[in-house]
């Protein structure tokens, strides 16, 4: 089951990815097209930075899931089956202790109790934790920065249930590496 749902996710993050990616080369050359016209569009650039950001993310975190991520396996290769799996074991909890962290990182970050607290009030959110987070605008595009960081509750789920499925559901990631 845990398998079955990192599958799932991991699917949806790469479809999300590469439909980022194709925006990200069309708002390119929307951009170049509109400047050598002399009639630049001035959100497109942002646009683009932001796209190839939560690109970058959820490529990333898909990227767990089938184990495409940079490796150094010299040490792995050279030890014997039976402590290269312990190296395995423990690079994947490393991992697991990573999302962890990191999904407490972005709870610290977006502090959605407090702002239930103040009853979705975004001067009291601020005013009782100095958190100017839900405040902070875009330079260009019309709305504010807190929905373009939504990526990182993302990254953080999709790393999290990644390197459970890798620890503890039978992972394709976990499949492989004992095949070679």
């Not at 509109?34 to 898909?62: C, H, K, N, P």
């Not at 423990?90 to 502090?111: E, H, T």
């Not at 960081?149 to 992972?171: K, P």
């Amino acid at each position: 089951m845990l398998h079955k749902a990192s599958a799932l996710w991991a699917r949806i993050e790469l479809f999300v990815a590469a439909f980022l990616a194709a925006s990200i080369t069309l708002l390119i050359l929307l951009n170049v097209v509109t400047r050598a016209f002399g009639q630049a569009i001035y959100w497109v650039d942002e646009a683009a930075i932001y796209a190839m950001a939560w690109m970058t993310f959820l490529a990333g975190s898909a990227a767990v899931h089938y184990g495409n991520s940079v490796a150094v396996t010299l040490l792995e290769t050279s030890l014997g089956p039976s402590m290269a799996r312990v190296l395995r074991v423990f690079k994947d909890l490393c991992v697991l202790v990573f999302a962890l962290l990191m999904v407490w990182f972005v709870w610290r970050w977006y502090l959605p109790l407090e702002l239930v607290q103040a009853d979705f009030d975004v001067r009291a959110f601020q005013g009782s934790t100095f958190n100017f987070i839900y405040s902070e605008p875009t330079t260009t595009l019309p709305f504010r920065k807190w929905i373009v960081w939504l990526v990182m509750w993302s990254f953080a789920f999709g790393l999290l249930l990644h390197s459970l499925s890798i620890l503890f559901g039978g992972g394709e990631h976990a499949e492989r590496a004992e095949a070679t």
